[in-house]
T-cell receptor, first 113, second 117 residues
């Protein structure tokens, strides 16, 4: 039972354009959502998060949008840079974040010069 | 050290042998997690330690898998009688998770790549 789904295994975007990564979830108890970025041979690193009481959180070039009714969140990166090329994982947790994180399968983002 | 440290970074073992994977979390972090990533897959939750509470073992795939966390710090993940399907990158993460302040981001180590031949 895949509770967090990233349906696009890969995405290719031109440098300077906007990258939009999508994530869907099924568990209505999830109330905290995070995005992690992973380079090869390294562990994932935290990028940005959002609580279910918000619908948008912005940090520099990164913005996460949450649509609770659709159980959907997205990560926008603008402008995209070559260093953004990595695998991006969406994750969710329940009960105020006190429970374990459930991760999606990841989306490999490639930024083309 | 400044980050989560895992050892070994790579481990090749024969089918049927036991392996131990080690994780040194960030000092002061009370929460510790083990995940694994099989080839082409997402991160699969294995086990979660939080302070002195009983660990959440709900993600362990079989009774061949076990984990300990000694003294609230170092953790060891043990896989007995390894099988080829156990081949994966095993990731450890820790978080501050102070009482009453949830949602602390996880800090991951670089993982142990386990290959069972």
């Amino acid at each position: 039972d895949q509770q967090v789904k990233q349906n696009s295994p890969s995405l290719s975007v031109q440098e300077g354009r906007i990258s939009i990564l999508n994530c869907d979830y099924t568990n209505s108890m999830f109330d905290y959502f995070l995005w992690y970025k992973k380079y090869p041979a390294e562990g994932p690193t935290f990028l940005i998060s959002i609580s279910s009481i918000k619908d948008k959180n912005e940090d520099g070039r990164f913005t996460v949008f949450l649509n609770k009714s659709a159980k959907h969140l997205s990560l926008h990166i603008v402008p995209s840079q070559p260093g953004d090329s990595a695998v991006y994982f969406c994750a969710a947790s329940a009960i105020g974040g006190a429970q374990k994180l459930v991760f999606g399968q990841g989306t490999r983002l490639t930024i083309n010069p | 050290g400044a980050g989560v440290s895992q050892s070994p970074s790579n481990k090749v073992t024969e089918k049927g042998k036991d392996v131990e994977l080690r994780c040194d979390p960030i000092s002061g972090h009370t929460a510790l997690y083990w995940y694994r990533q099989s080839l082409g897959q997402g991160l699969e939750f294995l086990i979660y330690f939080q302070g002195n509470s009983a660990p959440d073992k709900s993600g362990l795939p079989s009774d061949r898998f076990s984990a300990e966390r000694t003294g609230g710090s170092v953790s060891t993940l043990t896989i007995q009688r390894t099988q080829q399907e156990d081949s994966a990158v095993y990731l450890c993460a820790s978080s501050l998770a102070p009482r009453g302040v949830p949602n602390s981001p996880l800090h991951f180590g670089n993982g142990t790549r386990l290959t069972v031949t």
